[in-house]
């Protein structure tokens, strides 16, 4: 089980890091509804920091806000490789910020299929020139617990988007 206390001293250090590399960041979340963007304001001075973060648990949100082609999502699923990344890419665009990560996933207990079960996590980082992507299949491990993992995985993207 992922420690809540762990987290927030995780968050601290990487808002200092972040405040000595002059680096800002934004997060672009579904299936962890905002908890990332939480975690970081709840570390004082990570208004230096943090831009702002999307909650874009909606198809219609993840097009309005970021910028996700409804035709993308269409072809592979809000729960996908290519809808991570181009959410990472929407939001550092929107908030101009040098980093941004994005979270869609399966949290459960219901929702996951064969080919998308409960526990199926993608991430997208998107840094100036590159964009990566991370999958996690933590199984089915409750909601609250799979939400934890996906945060914790989350500021590890941002710990080395903000490494100088």
């Known amino acids: 089980m992922i420690d809540d206390a762990a987290l927030l001293a995780r968050a601290a250090?990487?808002?200092?890091?972040?405040?000595?590399?002059?680096l800002t960041i934004a997060t672009a979340?579904?299936?962890?509804?905002?908890?990332?963007?939480?975690?970081?304001?709840?570390?004082?001075?990570?208004?230096?920091?943090l831009d702002r973060g999307f909650v874009t648990y909606s198809n219609a949100a993840k097009s309005?806000?970021?910028?996700?082609?409804?035709?993308?999502?269409?072809?592979?699923?809000?729960?996908?490789?290519?809808?991570?990344?181009?959410?990472?890419?929407?939001?550092?665009?929107?908030?101009?910020?040098?980093?941004?990560?994005?979270?869609?996933?399966?949290?459960g207990p219901g929702g996951g299929s064969a080919e998308k079960p409960v526990g199926l996590v993608h991430?997208?980082?998107a840094t100036r020139g590159a964009v990566g992507h991370l999958e996690r299949r933590y199984g089915d491990l409750?909601?609250?617990?799979?939400?934890?993992?996906?945060?914790?995985?989350?500021?590890g993207l941002l710990e080395g988007a903000c490494d100088p």
């Open 29 to 49: 979340e579904s299936c962890t509804g905002g908890l990332v963007a939480g975690l970081l304001t709840a570390v004082p001075g990570s208004s230096a920091v």
């Open 142 to 155: 409750g909601r609250g617990e799979i939400r934890r993992r996906a945060v914790a995985d989350a500021l």
């Open 64 to 107: 309005e806000m970021l910028g996700v082609p409804p035709e993308l999502i269409a072809a592979h699923g809000a729960v996908s490789e290519p809808v991570a990344r181009a959410m990472a890419e929407g939001a550092r665009a929107a908030a101009r910020t040098e980093a941004a990560v994005a979270i869609t996933g399966v949290a």
């Open 123 to 125: 991430f997208g980082l």
């Open 13 to 22: 250090a990487l808002v200092a890091r972040c405040v000595g590399a002059g």
